[in-house]
């Protein structure tokens, strides 16, 4: 148990549809990573938040937000999906940005239909 | 794009043996790390080796690192059924992003 959770475990929805994904990071951490995993894809890094400000960016659409709240949890919001959105999606969480370890969530399994 | 990439793709030993594969990434980097990841499931940090680091040992994992050839390998002593999983290598760059390679598939046979 990596002490990161996320929920849900499984997301199923439908085209058009908007969901959030929900990650608290290991207590301690004060920076928060999103990634997404395909087949095709493999695994890209979406987002980082580091005590509640935005510090990077990856491959993240347009479609999707994120935010870190005050007590430093995050959420990733996805909207308008697609079928190719159909994903697990992780979060990590490390003590700061940079040169340290990164410690992932389950992952929340989103399948669109 | 993926900064790194493991080989082999796929990798398939006895229980006992040992398993090695490789990164291989393109630009300069803070550290390297190694992943596990067991069917679908979350990842598992195995190790971190700085980029002023050549080796690095953690149980039966050895980690080395070659900045000059930008490469790095992860050995696995003593395979077990329980090591089964996807292995992947992530470059940890300037910029603070982890990039994943596609990962090595390994498989440890009783």
């Known amino acids: 148990d990596s002490g990161v959770t996320q929920t849900p475990k499984h997301l199923i929805t439908a085209t058009g549809q908007r969901v959030t994904l929900r990650c608290s990071p290991r207590s301690g951490d004060l920076s928060v990573y999103w990634y997404q995993q395909s087949l095709d894809q493999g695994l890209q890094f979406l987002i980082q938040?580091?005590?509640?400000?935005?510090?990077a960016k990856g491959n993240i659409l347009e479609r999707f937000s994120a935010q870190q709240f005050p007590d430093l949890h995050s959420e990733l919001n996805l909207s308008s999906l697609e079928l190719g959105d159909s994903a697990l999606y992780f979060c990590a969480s490390s003590v700061e940005p940079g040169n340290y370890e990164q410690y992932f969530g389950p992952g929340t399994r989103l399948t669109v239909t | 794009s993926q900064q790194g990439e493991e080989d082999p793709q796929a990798l398939s030993i006895q229980e006992g043996e040992n398993a090695t594969m490789n990164c291989s990434y393109k630009?300069?980097?803070?550290?390297l790390q190694w992943y596990r990841q067991n069917s679908g499931r979350g990842l598992v940090h195995l190790i971190l080796i700085r980029s002023n680091e050549r080796e690095k040992h953690s149980g039966r994992l050895r980690v080395t690192l070659d900045t000059s050839k930008k490469s790095s390998s992860l050995l696995i002593t003593a395979s077990r059924a329980a090591d089964t999983a996807s292995y992947f290598c992530?470059?940890?760059?300037?910029?603070?992003?982890?990039?994943f390679g596609a990962g090595t598939t390994v498989t440890v046979r009783a």
């Open positions: 992530a470059t940890d760059t300037d910029d603070y992003k982890l990039s």
């Open positions: 938040y580091y005590n509640g400000e935005e510090r």
């Open positions: 630009t300069s980097i803070n550290n």
